[in-house]
T-cell receptor, first 109, second 117 residues
Framework: GQNIDQPTEMTATEGAIVQINCTYQ??????LFWYQQHAGEAPTFLSY??LDGLEEKGRFSSFLSRSKGYSYLLLKELQMKDSASYLC??????????WGAGTKLIIKP | IAGITQAPTSQILAAGRRMTLRCTQD?????MYWYRQDLGLGLRLIHY???????GKGEVPDGYSVSRANTDDFPLTLASAVPSQTSVYFC????????????????FGPGTRLTVL
């Protein structure tokens, strides 16, 4: 079966760094996506990795290791507005997204 | 309009009633999707359409039907609503297939919160 695992909830302090991990087992691989979802809102695209390595975009970076079926999202200089759920999704061999349940990130002052 | 719109924003529905959730996009994306999101389960694909005139079943299609008469619209119909269909429904669109560059990222509408009593 296809499976995406990520922690249910994490807590971090404003100004700090947090890493959200995602492991996956899917039928094929056509890229891994990270989305941000604030409570009561729609998911919005953050990052995309299809090759191994680190993709950096401002305060957010995403890493992929295809051989290990592993990715992480790194958030630096945390701000209160970063409090949200972070969704990991893998595009399978049929170009459909398989979604993790999401990690709720709580930022404390 | 810009992006994806969904209607209604929220709805309370009696069990057994028929309901159509509307979704319209103006990005000329060829692929569209319907998901439901339930607490602790993440997004689950109900139905999808890779191009106008074609549709496919996702992970949880039972009790739902879709049509794709044109590029812009992708309505989702609940023929006879049941309480287990209480959820938040998201419509999304993307370029598909994702060849020729681009990630094939999906863009989401604001969602419809549906309660079936």
């Amino acid at each position: 079966g296809q499976n995406i695992d990520q922690p249910t909830e994490m807590t971090a302090t404003e100004g700090a760094i947090v890493q959200i991990n995602c492991t996956y087992q899917t039928s094929g691989f056509n890229g891994l996506f990270w989305y941000q979802q604030h409570a009561g809102e729609a998911p919005t695209f953050l990052s995309y990795n299809v090759l191994d390595g680190l993709e950096e975009k401002g305060r957010f970076s995403s890493f992929l290791s295809r051989s290990k079926g592993y990715s992480y999202l790194l958030l630096k200089e945390l701000q209160m507005k970063d409090s949200a759920s972070y969704l990991c999704a893998v595009m399978d061999s049929n170009y459909q997204l398989i979604w993790g349940a999401g990690t709720k990130l709580i930022i404390k002052p | 309009i810009a992006g994806i719109t969904q209607a209604p924003t929220s709805q309370i529905l009696a069990a057994g009633r028929r309901m159509t959730l509307r979704c319209t996009q103006d990005m000329r994306h060829n692929a569209m999707y319907w998901y439901r999101q339930d607490l602790g389960l993440g997004l689950r694909l109900i139905h999808y359409s890779n191009t106008a005139g074609t549709t496919g079943k996702g992970e949880v299609p039972d009790g739902y039907s879709v049509s794709r008469a044109n590029t812009d619209d992708f309505p989702l119909t609940l023929a006879s609503a049941v309480p287990s269909q209480t959820s938040v429904y998201f419509c999304a669109s993307s370029d598909f297939p994702k060849g020729g560059g681009g990630s094939g990222e999906q863009f989401f509408g604001p969602g419809t919160r549906l309660t079936v009593l």
